[in-house]
C-alpha cells in the first residue's frame, strides 16, 4: 500500500533534519579538532645591508575569536612597508571527522637590515579566545651590501631587485632575476620568476611560477606543464596551509590580485647557450554548491629564456667535471683503523653543499697495493624545500690481503663557486690503517671465488668461512617427485577462487541489475538530479554568452537558474511567478526578507538586460559578479530549505 503525499512529505522532512543535525555537529567537532597555528617566517634567511625582505606572520583558527594582534619588534630593521588590515583567507576541508573551517590571518611587512651581524625578529603577540600566543623568534644573518650572501626568488609580487654594490655584468648570484611579462587587460595569469637571468653552466636556478587571480576561484588544475630543454631539473615542495595554497594579496598595475605560488623547481643549466622555459597552462575554475564549475578560465605563462655562459677557462683543472658547480665540502672517515686479512673496511666518502647535489663527481679513490676495492654504494639526500641542497654519501668496500701498515691518501674535489667566478680545492685528510693477521693465499690477485667478504669475522692468521648474504636464499632440494599436487589443490588459494567466484559474480550481476531499474524509476532523488543536471547546463551556457559578451542572452541563462532552482525546491513551476509571488515563496522556503529581496532584485536585472539592455553594466566583472550572485542564490535557496526542514 502507497503512503499518503504527507506521509512521505514527513519522512522526507525528518531525514532531512536529522542530516543537517549531523553536518552541523560535524562542523562543530571539526572546528575544534586544531589548536590554533602562529607563525612567523621570513622569505629569506641570509639578506645585505639594505636589501629588502619579507617577513610574513600568520595565525590560522577554527571557530576562534581572534583580536589583540601585536606586530613584533623590528629591533635592528627599517620598516618599509606595513599592511593596515590582515590578509583574510578561509577554507573548508572534509575528512573521516567531519567538516573542517580553517580561517587564516596573515600580516605582510618588507623589512630591509640596516648593520651587518644577525638580526632576531622577536615574537608577534595576538589572542585567540582570550589566550595569549607568541610566534617563534626569527634570525636573519645580515652580510655586508656587496658581499656573497645568496639572494633567493623575490616573492610573488616584488619587485626585482637591483644589482648589489660592485657586482659585475657577468653570471653568478650577482645577476638579477628573470621573469615572464605581466601581460594586459587585468585578467587572472601565470607568472614565472627565476632568482637569475644569466647564469654558469651547472650552477643552481630557482624558478617558480605563481598564480594571479583576479577573481575568486578554488579549483586548479594544470593543463600543461612547462618544458625546460638544456637543463637537470629537481621538484621543489612548496608550503601549503592544510593541503591548500598560501594566497598573499598583491597589487599589480592598479589591479589587486590574489597571488600564490603553483609550482616551483631548482635548475641546472647543462650547456651554454639561450635555453628556453616554454609556457605553463592551467585551469581555473569556481565550482558551485553541487560541485560543478560555473566558471573557468585558462591561464598562461609567458616563455623565459636564461642565458648560460660556460666557465672559465682560466684557473680550470685538467679534467674538470662541470657538474661541480656551487658550494661544496668534501669529507671521508671510516668505520674503523685496525682489521685482520680478510675482514672488510668501510670508507665513507660524503660531498655536502649547495648544488646540483645529485650529478655532483666523486673523488677519484686510488688503488692501494694490497686491497681489493669493490664498487661503491651511492646515496643522495637532498632538501625538498630547495631542490640544491644535501649531501651525497659514497660507501665503498676494501678488503686487505696482506698485513701492514697503509695510508689512503687525502681525496681531491675541484669545485667552481660560481658567486665568486672562482675554482675550489678541496681534499680530506689522510687516513692510515694498520690490518693484523698473516698473509691470504693469491694475496697480489684480490679475493678469489672463495674470498671472505664484508663483515665475515675472523681471527688472526685462521681461515675464514665463505658467509651467504642474508638476502639470498639457500635452494631447496627434493630427493623425489610430489604426487600429491592434485589432492592437496583445495588447500591452496585458487581453490577458494573457484568455488566463491561464480556466486560473486552472480550477486554482482543481479545488484547492477536492480541499481539500474531503481535509476530508471522517477523518485524524488532522479527529480533532484535532472534539476541539478539543467542547473548546471545553464550555468554552462551563461558562461559562454559572458566570453562571447552576448548580455541579453547571458543574463537570460541567469534567470532560467534562479526559477530552476525554485522550481525543484517549491514543486510547482516558477515561470509564471510575479515579483510578489516570488518574495513571498522565497520566504516560504526560509529565506529572509534580505535574501528575498537579493533575489528579486536579481530576477528584475535579468528583465532589464532582456528589454534594455543598455541598462545593465556589460563588462566582463560585472558579468562575473552576476554569475557569482546566481551561484550564491542558489546555494541559499538550496541551504535555506534544508535548514527549515531541520527546524
Excluded at 283 to 297: C, E, H, I
Excluded at 394 to 422: K, Q, V, Y
Amino acid at each position: 500500500m502507497q503512503r499518503p503525499p504527507s506521509h512521505r512529505r514527513s519522512a522526507r522532512l525528518g531525514l532531512t533534519a536529522a542530516l543537517a543535525a549531523a553536518l552541523t555537529t560535524a562542523l562543530a567537532t571539526g572546528a575544534r579538532a586544531e589548536a590554533p597555528r602562529f607563525l612567523g617566517e621570513v622569505d629569506r634567511n641570509q639578506v645585505t645591508v639594505g636589501e629588502p625582505f619579507i617577513y610574513q606572520v600568520t595565525v590560522s583558527v577554527g571557530n576562534d575569536q581572534v583580536s589583540d594582534y601585536r606586530p613584533p619588534d623590528f629591533k635592528g630593521l627599517r620598516v618599509l612597508s606595513a599592511p593596515r588590515a590582515p590578509n583574510q583567507s578561509t577554507q573548508m576541508q572534509f575528512g573521516g571527522a567531519g567538516m573542517y573551517v580553517e580561517v587564516n590571518y596573515s600580516w605582510r611587512y618588507e623589512v630591509a637590515a640596516t648593520q651587518k651581524g644577525n638580526v632576531a625578529i622577536g615574537p608577534a603577540h595576538i589572542k585567540v579566545n582570550g589566550h595569549d600566543l607568541r610566534s617563534s623568534v626569527v634570525t636573519v644573518a645580515v652580510g655586508a651590501a656587496g658581499g656573497p650572501a645568496p639572494t633567493p626568488p623575490p616573492m610573488a609580487g616584488a619587485a626585482a631587485p637591483a644589482p648589489r654594490a660592485g657586482a659585475t655584468a657577468g653570471a653568478g648570484s650577482a645577476a638579477p632575476p628573470a621573469a615572464s611579462a605581466v601581460p594586459a587587460g587585468g585578467g587572472s595569469f601565470i607568472r614565472l620568476v627565476a632568482d637569475k637571468q644569466k647564469a654558469y653552466v651547472g650552477e643552481a636556478i630557482s624558478a617558480t611560477w605563481f598564480l594571479y587571480m583576479n577573481q575568486a576561484h578554488n579549483k586548479y588544475d594544470v593543463q600543461k606543464e612547462p618544458t625546460m630543454e638544456g637543463f637537470w631539473t629537481e621538484d621543489v615542495t612548496l608550503p601549503n596551509r592544510r593541503g591548500g595554497m598560501i594566497l598573499n594579496e598583491e597589487v599589480v598595475q592598479g589591479r589587486p590580485y590574489q597571488v600564490g605560488a603553483a609550482m616551483k623547481k631548482a635548475l641546472f643549466p647543462l650547456h651554454a647557450g639561450r635555453l628556453s622555459i616554454t609556457p605553463m597552462e592551467a585551469q581555473l575554475s569556481r565550482v558551485d554548491f553541487f560541485g560543478t564549475a560555473v566558471r573557468s578560465q585558462r591561464v598562461t605563462s609567458s616563455p623565459v629564456e636564461i642565458e648560460v655562459v660556460p666557465l672559465p677557462k682560466d684557473g680550470q683543472p685538467a679534467g674538470f667535471d662541470p657538474a661541480n658547480v656551487g658550494m661544496f665540502t668534501v669529507a671521508s672517515k671510516v668505520d674503523r683503523p685496525q682489521v685482520a686479512t680478510g675482514e672488510a673496511v668501510t670508507l665513507t666518502v660524503e660531498i655536502a653543499g649547495h648544488g646540483n647535489v645529485r650529478k655532483v663527481a666523486l673523488p677519484a679513490v686510488p688503488d692501494l697495493d694490497g686491497w681489493k676495492r669493490y664498487d661503491p654504494r651511492v646515496s643522495v639526500t637532498i632538501d625538498p624545500s630547495t631542490g640544491a641542497d644535501g649531501t651525497k654519501v659514497a660507501e665503498i668496500l676494501l678488503l686487505p690481503s696482506r698485513p701492514g701498515r697503509f695510508t689512503i691518501p687525502a681525496l681531491t674535489l675541484d669545485t667552481f663557486d660560481p658567486a665568486t667566478g672562482r675554482y675550489n680545492h678541496g681534499a680530506t685528510s689522510p687516513i692510515e690503517l694498520t690490518v693484523t693477521g698473516a698473509a691470504l693465499a693469491g694475496a697480489g690477485d684480490g679475493p678469489g671465488p672463495g674470498a671472505p667478504t664484508a663483515g665475515a669475522g675472523a681471527g688472526t692468521g685462521s681461515a675464514v668461512d665463505n658467509v651467504i648474504a642474508s638476502e639470498i636464499r639457500p635452494i631447496h632440494a627434493r630427493a623425489d617427485l610430489r604426487r600429491d599436487l592434485g589432492a592437496t589443490f583445495w588447500r591452496t588459494r585458487a581453490f577458494l577462487g573457484v568455488v566463491v567466484g561464480p556466486p560473486l559474480l552472480f550477486g554482482l550481476v543481479v545488484f547492477g541489475l536492480r541499481v539500474r531499474d531503481r535509476r530508471a524509476q522517477d523518485t524524488g532523488a532522479i527529480r533532484r538530479r535532472r534539476s541539478r543536471e539543467k542547473v548546471r547546463a545553464h550555468f554552462a551556457a551563461a558562461e559562454g554568452h559572458r566570453r562571447n559578451r552576448q548580455v541579453a542572452a547571458f543574463y537570460i541563462e541567469i534567470e532560467r537558474v534562479l526559477r530552476e532552482t525554485l522550481s525543484h525546491r517549491l514543486g510547482v513551476a516558477a515561470a509564471g511567478l510575479t515579483m510578489d509571488d516570488v518574495r513571498a515563496r522565497a520566504a516560504e522556503l526560509g529565506l529572509t526578507p534580505a535574501d528575498g529581496d537579493k533575489l528579486v532584485a536579481a530576477l528584475e536585472e535579468c528583465d532589464r538586460a532582456r528589454f534594455a539592455p543598455g541598462s545593465v553594466p556589460s563588462d566582463d566583472a560585472a558579468l562575473g559578479a552576476a554569475l557569482d550572485r546566481a551561484a550564491e542564490l542558489a546555494t541559499q535557496i538550496e541551504s535555506e530549505r534544508s535548514r527549515r526542514a531541520s527546524a
